[in-house]
């Protein structure tokens, strides 16, 4: 099982629409989350951190789900911009795996007219 | 300014040949990390470093070493028993648990 898991997509929406991305983690010694945008060709950026209490920065939302081991991403109205590829990414803290930052494969996002 | 420079940008490498990536950061971060990317894929981890002097394989280690004696600086060398090594690499430092910061990469290219 691969220690961080997404749904690749292909996610294609028009423009406006509310968009769900999840990704599931399976070491339980996880201990930070967070949401990165790669656009073709570039390194990643920074989307968001997530929190336990869940998090919201203007149409984006992230939440934590500890017990079932996954977070997610919601974006709401949709703008062109907004097409890139969305990575989950989980820190490791515990054991001999200490500091590992593990990334999932990445959700392609297509936002059309 | 503060960053993360890679270089170069582009490399061009002979069958064969050992080459190394350049990271440099001036964030004072302690932990730095080395990904590879390949076309279509996601981010998988080569090694990465929490600490001068100390370093640890990450999922796909093999044909890669590193090297970690400055804090401010991580180099890649991708070795001749690495198979495969066309890809895009990229370098990352961050602070304890929080985000990481990632250079502009290094497209390797084996001609």
């Known amino acids: 099982r691969k220690e961080v898991e997404q749904d690749p997509g292909p996610f294609n929406v028009p423009e406006g629409a509310t968009v769900a991305f999840n990704c599931t983690y399976s070491?339980?010694?996880?201990?930070?989350f967070f949401w990165y945008r790669q656009d073709c060709r570039k390194e990643p950026k920074l989307l968001m951190s997530v929190y336990s209490s869940g998090n919201e920065d203007g149409r984006f939302t992230a939440q934590l789900n500890r017990a079932s081991q996954y977070i997610s991403l919601l974006i709401r109205d949709s703008k062109l911009s907004d097409s890139a590829t969305y990575l989950c990414?989980?820190?490791?803290?515990?054991?001999?795996?200490?500091?590992?930052?593990?990334f999932g494969q990445g959700t392609i996002l297509t936002v059309h007219p | 300014d503060g960053g993360i420079t890679q270089s170069p940008k582009y490399l061009f490498r002979k069958e064969g040949q050992n080459v190394t990536l350049s990271c440099e950061q001036n964030l004072n971060h302690d932990a730095m990390y080395w990904y590879r990317q390949d076309p279509g894929q996601g981010l998988r981890l080569i090694y990465y470093?929490?600490?001068?002097?100390?370093?640890q394989k990450g999922d796909i280690a093999e044909g890669y070493s590193v090297s970690r004696e400055k804090k401010e600086s991580f180099p890649l060398t991708v070795t001749s028993a690495q198979k495969n090594p066309t890809a895009f690499y990229l370098c990352?430092?961050?602070?304890?648990?929080?985000?990481?910061?990632f250079g502009q990469g290094t497209r390797l290219t084996v001609v």
């Open positions: 470093s929490q600490i001068v002097n100390d370093f």
């Open positions: 070491n339980s010694a996880s201990q930070s």
């Open positions: 990352a430092s961050s602070i304890d648990s929080a985000e990481a910061f």
């Open positions: 990414v989980v820190n490791l803290y515990g054991g001999t795996s200490y500091g590992k930052l593990t």
